[in-house]
């Protein structure tokens, strides 16, 4: 065992760490989305939305499955997030249909952003499995027209779904610092990167504000 | 326009009735499957019965495709049956996770076998399309494994869980019945079949009760 394999080791356990966090996420996901599609009035969009949680699902599934290749069990990589993200559907359940709208995405938008800046650090494979299954998730053109025909019929909406996606915002970002704060594996992952590699991902965790605003803008609503 | 041609249409509106009925005990199931998966205590029992819920959805989406091709919409061939659907499933909320597992296995054990009886009086592609939907539903040696741990660990659970299981019964065929007798297109598919068909059906239906009481024993339940 030389030092640089020693040094390589909390980067295949950061690997794991991320799989299991974006694993659990995605199982959650599912949950959520199932039981947002439930809120919805029309048989349509209550089809539509059980669609994306079953998207969700099959996420998971993929997921679950790479970690299994790297030799790690899909349970134990995903119990360490467990509490955090349990902790931020719990504090973000929406009270109606629109808040579940917004919040799958906007939510979901910023928590794609922060995988794709995190997956420049992981081996090609790997990488190229976050990102297919990032492409895949399919909320945003669903939401967008909902949310922009409900403000449309009613003004005042507006005010309040900015409010909601500021408090998702919010309660996303502490979750997030106390993940990174308990989990050393996933921090050695980031902190491992080449100096390059960790420049670039300044500058894209720089970027993830410019992309909300993108989005509260497509939703009609100021940020 | 004859006689025979005009009698072959409630036939016709009868089998677009049935996927109908079919499609939103699908949807609905796969609600409830994400509902129930979330009592589930472990991470990998919430995961298979989240499966399972997908699987329904799948099915779903099977029967709505067929409803197209038949020419009708699927939302409005569902709309007769919102109603007596959501009533059973409103009046049967499990208050645990051991009740889910048998509403899931016991219930949807009933529903597979009156449609499989129904599915004799459709034409070839759509009797295969159906038979294979209810082939693959996979909650049985789930559900089956689950309730005997639970009454090996405490026995007394098996009285409790016998007495819901007669309650689902009763509020289903209370539901059937409601169907029945509102749904002229569906009562004219049942008595448009040939005379050597109803024989057939009528014993299929005498079969129902035996099927029920074969699953309450595979439960380790009591009828």
Do not use: C, N
């Not at 290749?69 to 109606?96: K, N, W, Y």
């Amino acid at each position: 065992m030389t030092d640089r394999d020693g040094a390589a080791e909390p980067a295949a356990d950061g690997v794991v760490d991320l799989l299991g966090l974006l694993a659990y996420a995605s199982l959650v996901a599912f949950f959520r989305l199932a039981d947002d599609a439930s809120l919805a009035v029309s048989l349509p969009d209550k089809a539509d939305l059980a669609g994306m949680a079953v998207t969700q699902f099959g996420h998971f599934q993929v997921l679950s499955r790479r970690i299994g290749e790297l030799g790690a069990d899909p349970q134990q990589a995903m119990a360490p997030f467990v509490e955090a993200i349990d902790a931020f559907h719990a504090r973000t359940a929406p009270s109606d249909w629109l808040e579940g709208l917004v919040k799958a995405y906007v939510g979901d938008g910023i928590a794609a952003d922060f995988y794709r800046v995190i997956a420049q650090l992981l081996d090609q494979p790997t990488r190229d499995l976050v990102l297919e299954v990032l492409a895949d998730s399919g909320h945003a053109e669903f939401a967008i027209a909902r949310v922009r025909e409900a403000i449309t019929a009613d003004p005042a909406v507006a005010g309040r779904l900015a409010l909601w996606a500021r408090r998702l915002v919010g309660e996303a970002l502490s979750q997030a610092q106390r993940v990174a704060a308990d989990r050393a594996p996933l921090a050695g992952l980031l902190a491992g990167g080449s100096a390059a590699q960790l420049g670039e991902i300044s500058r894209m965790f720089a970027a993830l504000a410019d992309l909300h605003a993108q989005r509260m803008a497509a939703l009609g609503l100021a940020d």
